[in-house]
């Protein structure tokens, strides 16, 4: 996931790293950018499942969705 200022996350000091939790490796996870720049990671699963939000607040530390991307 390319290192970009994904809104409600928080860099690590000095890195310039976004912590995104399990989201920053997870293939659910979808990178969206709004017309104004801002942008947020939306969670696949919540097309089809309403327990998982659309727009989980970050960083996500427990997801019962949660897939590691492969590679």
Known sequence: ????????????????????GLCADCRHAQQIESSKGSVFLL??????????????????LACSGYTRQPG
């Not at 996931?1 to 912590?19: F, L, Q, T």
């Open 43 to 60: 969670c696949a699963l919540s097309k089809t499942d309403q327990r998982f939000p659309k727009y989980p607040r970050i960083p996500v």
């Open 1 to 20: 996931m390319e290192a970009k200022r994904v809104r409600g996350a928080m860099n690590e000091s000095g890195s310039g790293k976004i912590k995104l």
